[in-house]
C-alpha cells in the first residue's frame, strides 16, 4: 500500500471505528491510530490540548461515553484528504460532516474540518495531532422512518 492510501486508511478508520462506538454504546479504542505522543484538541472546547495516546483515547472514552447509545445511524462523511507527504511526516487536512438521529427522532449534523500531523513509524503511519475546527452544528429536523420507494 502506498503512504498516500496508508494515511487515507487512518483517517477512515478513525471515523469508522468512533461511528460504532457512538451507537453500539461502547468506547472507541482509538489506541492502534494515535502516536504514543499525540496531541489532541477541539475548537468546541477552546483548543484545550490533551497530551499523550492515553489522555487522548480516554478522552473520547469520556466524550463518546456521553452520548453512546444517545444517537442512531451515527456516520461521518469525509471528503478527499489533502494530504502533503514528506518523508516519514504528513500533513493531513479533511474536510468532514457527521450526522446522527436522536432516539427522539431529531437529526444532529456537525459540520467542521480534521487537521492531522502524522508520522510514521516502523512502517505504520500515526495520527500525532488532531485539530478539530467544528465549524456549524444543525439540531432539529425531525426524521421519519424509511419505509421503502413508492
Not at 505522543?37 to 477552546?46: D, K, V
Request: proline letters at 3%.
Amino acid at each position: 500500500m502506498s503512504d498516500y492510501e496508508a494515511i487515507r486508511s487512518v483517517v477512515s478508520a478513525y471515523c469508522h471505528i468512533t461511528d460504532r462506538a457512538a451507537e453500539n454504546g461502547e468506547t472507541p479504542d482509538l489506541t492502534a491510530l494515535f502516536h504514543p505522543e499525540a496531541i489532541l484538541s477541539y475548537s468546541f472546547e477552546g483548543w484545550e490540548k490533551h497530551v499523550g495516546r492515553d489522555a487522548v483515547v480516554n478522552w473520547y472514552h469520556r466524550y463518546l461515553g456521553k452520548r453512546a447509545s444517545f444517537y442512531r445511524f451515527t456516520r461521518h462523511k469525509i471528503f478527499e484528504p489533502y494530504i502533503v507527504i514528506s518523508g516519514d511526516a504528513a500533513e493531513v487536512s479533511t474536510h468532514v460532516d457527521a450526522d446522527s438521529v436522536d432516539y427522539s427522532g431529531v437529526l444532529k449534523v456537525m459540520a467542521g474540518r480534521y487537521d492531522d500531523w502524522l508520522v510514521k513509524v516502523d512502517g505504520k503511519w500515526l495520527i500525532k495531532e488532531r485539530q478539530g475546527h467544528i465549524h456549524y452544528i444543525f439540531n432539529g429536523a425531525s426524521t421519519q422512518p424509511f419505509k421503502g420507494w413508492r
